[in-house]
């Protein structure tokens, strides 16, 4: 027998930061909220994304520092033994905690329920309806004012001869291992290739990583992508740039992989393949079409600016709307959602100055244009690129690896870019958004305020270079 749910003012398929943004600021409004979640509530972040990740690299680069505190005058490099089960272990705590935490106590806080069940749609365009096979194979059908999709993205993996027949690691389930691999290969050198590259490295694991495109890192500056494959070489990373996973074979000794460089093909062997070539949205199973919503050619849900689908009661909000995959945007996304279905705001979210991060050590962070970015878009571009050997907070910490990159318009020396490979550079990005936020230039943001021995004086002194030789400057010269 179906249970059906009438009165329903927003049902949200999916319980990640979107779906949690959205029911938060709807029950705020004295919304009725149901949420269907098929898998473990909390979506990605806190269960295998951001939370999990970053935790483990927090740990590897606690045993890097240890190795590589040698650097000061005094001090001598330790090894520290790995109790891999033991860091697995401590990260399936923290995860459970915050899932606690942060959704499914929050949701009992706020009076929605969570129904834990597969959700397809049914009815018409014009009265669409979710239909959910629970858990315990019941159902249940829910009729609402507004629907949300918010069901996120899933590692996806490109069509390579034997891959799927041989198996390999996701992000997700790298982090689920209950052994330290002796080797590895990583296939992808973007944001989440380089973390998982550099965690397992720092324990111990031999790891090679290749990429199709010519550098690592290849989305950001040519610079910053130069500074992160010097750190991996001193770290005894082996990298294949413009290089094509072609075919894979697996043996009860590990893979065994034929990679490609134009007509050039080697032979590669590992313990573990752990591929990270990027993410796909989840519509699978939703029944999309028969409620009129349009997908895009990545199986992204088509939005327009304010979330709202081809279905004017259904919206998409986070990962699976093809947008920026980022867990703040999601979020922002999701609150969006919520304004614009029960208070017609017509809000729409402005990308200008939209932050990133890779949690590399040193990290990698960026805001706003590119220079290639600013010349496609027909605006004069006027560059500075700051080593960290100018900067008093690298040099007291006996590492200077990195660079600060300010990309500005010509002539009214507006900021446009801000690119950083720094110890830090999360925090220090953070600054460089709200300049480009503000519509500072180079001139006021070399004027501006900055502590002594901080990173984030890197933003200024970077400045500074477009009218100063800042390696003649004193220690905090105004």
């Not at 749910?5 to 009725?32: N, Q």
């Amino acid at each position: 027998m179906t249970t059906t749910y009438s009165g329903v003012d927003l049902a949200v398929i999916g319980s990640g930061s979107a779906a949690f943004a959205a029911a938060i600021a709807a029950t705020g409004g004295g919304k009725r909220v149901v949420m269907v979640e098929r898998g473990t509530t909390g979506g990605t972040c806190v269960n295998v994304g951001c939370v999990p990740s970053k935790a483990l690299l927090a740990a590897a680069e606690a045993r890097h520092g240890a190795a590589a505190a040698g650097r000061f005058p005094g001090l001598a490099a330790a090894e520290v033994p790995v109790g891999f089960p033991g860091l697995i272990g401590g990260k399936d705590a923290l995860v459970e905690q915050l899932r606690a935490e942060k959704y499914t106590g929050l949701a009992a806080d706020y009076g929605w329920e969570i129904v834990h069940g597969t959700a397809a749609f049914a009815g018409s365009t014009e009265a669409p309806v979710l239909d959910v096979v629970l858990r315990d194979g019941g159902t249940r059908r829910i009729e609402a004012a507004h629907y949300l999709i918010a069901t996120g993205s899933a590692p996806w993996a490109p069509p390579v001869d034997g891959l799927e027949q041989a198996g390999y690691l996701t992000s997700t389930t790298a982090m689920e291992l209950d052994m330290l691999p002796e080797s590895m290969v990583v296939v992808g050198g973007n944001a989440v290739g380089l973390e998982q590259a550099q965690f397992f490295t720092r324990l111990g694991t031999e790891v090679t990583v290749i990429e199709a495109l010519e550098r690592l890192a290849p989305f950001e500056e040519p610079e910053v992508s130069d500074a992160i494959e010097e750190v991996f070489a001193a770290e005894g990373i082996t990298v294949h740039t413009g290089t094509a996973l072609a075919a894979v074979r697996r043996d009860e000794h590990g893979y065994t992989l034929a990679v490609g460089r134009g007509s050039e093909e080697i032979e590669l062997r590992a313990e573990k393949l752990l591929v990270a070539t990027g993410r796909r949205p989840v519509t699978a199973g939703l029944n999309l079409d028969a409620v009129g919503v349009k997908t895009g050619t990545r199986g992204e849900v088509v939005v327009d600016d304010h979330q709202r689908t081809t279905n004017e009661r259904i919206w998409a909000a986070g990962d699976v709307a093809g947008g920026p995959q980022f867990v703040y945007v999601a979020a922002a996304q999701g609150t969006l959602v919520a304004d614009n279905a029960f208070t017609g705001a017509g809000r729409t979210l402005d990308y200008t100055a939209l932050p990133r991060v890779t949690f590399t050590s040193p990290a990698i962070a960026a805001v706003g244009m590119t220079d290639a970015q600013v010349a496609d878009a027909g605006i004069r571009c006027d560059c500075r690129t700051l080593p960290l050997e100018h900067v008093p907070r690298a040099l007291a910490n006996r590492d200077t690896r990195g660079l600060v990159k300010l990309v500005a318009e010509r002539g009214t020396g507006r900021v446009l870019g801000v690119h950083v490979i720094a110890d830090g550079a999360g925090d220090l990005i953070t600054a460089a958004t709200y300049a480009i936020t503000a519509g500072l230039t180079v001139e006021q943001l070399a004027q501006t305020w900055a502590p002594y021995l901080t990173m984030a004086e890197a933003l200024k002194l970077a400045a500074q270079t477009f009218t100063a030789d800042v390696a003649k400057l004193s220690c905090c010269a105004g």
